[in-house]
């Protein structure tokens, strides 16, 4: 298994601008998580979903922030217009929450992250 | 509001030592707890999980879990260089939902 794809791994881009995050989740897992990681807050969850459908998005910032997933096997994370304080490692995740109906399926696995640098 | 509480460190043990890393936490409905390791530049990587009181061996790494006083710790036996790492801990509820910690950072010397 090629594990959680995320592109790109490096983005750097102006203040003002789009910005968009790609994530493959493990093939068969049903849930996909979006964090941030900071040196001052840690690790933030974003959002989450859960086949397909996201389950709670309080952990967005702010309406600049934008998170789907079409399908089982790819999710987006877009902000718009980004700022500086935007400035994080992005990570994706993948669960196979509940499906195999024992302990163990709410490990989260990650991507190798997205370095988003905005000047 | 789930929280998990890590000391940050650093946790610096000569190689070959134990290295003793805690969590705290303060939602008592948790039932899941894990430990993630996060190399510098890296995304975090499942060490161990636990969810029953007590201790959960797996090689060097040891587990434990204490709900009567919220806390779970993760023992590293014969520390390595290669251990140098942050060490994340989480755990969630019945959503399965994970609240992580901010990692303590271990750093074992030569």
């Known amino acids: 298994d090629a594990g959680v794809i995320q592109s790109p791994r490096h983005e750097v881009t102006e203040m003002g601008q789009e910005v968009t995050l790609r994530c493959k989740p493990i093939s068969g897992h049903n849930s996909l998580f979006w964090y941030r990681q900071t040196m001052m807050r840690g690790l933030e969850l974003l959002i989450y979903?859960?086949?397909?459908?996201?389950?709670?998005d309080s952990g967005m910032p702010e309406d600049r922030f934008s998170a789907k997933m079409p399908n089982a096997s790819f999710s987006t994370l877009k902000i718009q217009p980004s700022e500086p304080r935007d400035s994080a490692v992005y990570f994706c995740?993948?669960?196979?929450?509940?499906?195999?109906?024992?302990?163990?399926?709410?490990?989260?696995?990650f991507g190798p992250g997205t370095r988003l640098t905005v000047l | 509001q789930k929280e998990v509480e890590q000391n940050s460190g650093p946790l610096s043990v000569p190689e070959g030592a134990i290295a003793s890393l805690n969590c705290t936490y303060s939602d008592r409905g948790s039932q899941s707890f894990f430990w993630y390791r996060q190399y510098s530049g890296k995304s975090p990587e499942l060490i161990m999980f636990?969810?029953?009181?007590g201790d959960k061996e797996d090689g060097r790494f040891t587990a434990q879990l204490n709900k009567a006083s919220q806390y779970v710790s993760l023992l590293i036996r014969d520390s390595q260089p290669s251990d140098s790492a942050t060490y994340l801990c989480?755990?969630?509820?019945?959503?399965?939902?994970?609240?992580f910690g901010r990692g303590t950072s271990l750093i074992v010397h030569p």
């Open positions: 636990i969810y029953s009181n």
């Open positions: 989480a755990l969630s509820g019945g959503s399965y939902i994970p609240t």
């Open positions: 979903f859960n086949n397909n459908v996201p389950i709670d």
């Open positions: 995740a993948s669960s196979p929450w509940g499906l195999a109906g024992g302990r163990g399926t709410d490990t989260q696995y």
